[in-house]
């Protein structure tokens, strides 16, 4: 069975929906929820779904083997980054080659890089008058956003689209695909 760790920092919709989907396969399990804001929603989708959580913060994560001592402790096949919003350092990029991949709501590499998460995302879509946005689904590397791609799949974006309304296409496409492109790494 494939382990699975997931880095998130806010409300945790994404880590759950991936969850839920492995528990009902049984081909991978979650085996922690990691995350780096003591006040994420994530915290308590994990302990509804009993899955083990740990918080960390910035020291921890940038200053010492903390986080990556305990990531070796639970030797996982693939780290998934589920609205995580740092960068991951090199460290970790290079003990786990093409093992951590990142959900972004839109089309790499339009509107990617640092602060670019969220309805900064989608505002930003709808100002430059883009007429499809969606997800991109890739590696993570040193640089934001920057990794090979691995997946995207789009959605119009209408005149009448808001960032709230675009972010809900948005979320139905990461909850129908994310699960789906991590199972292709259990087959």
Do not use: C
Not at 1 to 7: G, H, N, P, S
Not at 96 to 116: E, Q, R, V
Not at 136 to 142: D, G, L, P, S, W
């Amino acid at each position: 069975m494939l382990k699975i760790v997931v880095f998130a920092s806010g409300s945790g919709s994404n880590a759950e929906r991936i969850a839920t989907y492995f528990a009902e396969k049984g081909t991978a399990q979650v085996q922690a929820i990691l995350s780096n804001n003591p006040q994420a929603g994530v915290l308590a989708r994990a302990k509804r779904l009993a899955i083990p959580s740990i918080v960390f913060d910035r020291q921890a994560f940038y200053h010492s083997d903390i986080v990556l001592n305990l990531i070796k402790s639970l030797q996982p096949d693939l780290i998934v980054l589920a609205g995580f919003l740092w960068k991951v350092p090199a460290y970790l990029t290079e003990a786990y080659p093409d093992k951590i991949i990142n959900i972004h709501p839109s089309l790499l590499p339009k509107y990617g890089g640092k602060g670019m998460y969220g309805a900064h995302v989608h505002q930003a879509v709808i100002d430059h008058g883009e007429k499809e946005s969606g997800i991109t689904i890739h590696y993570v590397n040193e640089h934001y956003d920057e990794g090979n791609i691995i997946f995207q799949a789009k959605t119009e974006v209408l005149p009448t689209d808001t960032p709230d309304t675009l972010a809900e296409k948005i979320h139905q496409l990461e909850y129908q695909y994310f699960p789906e492109v991590i199972s292709r790494f259990v087959d």
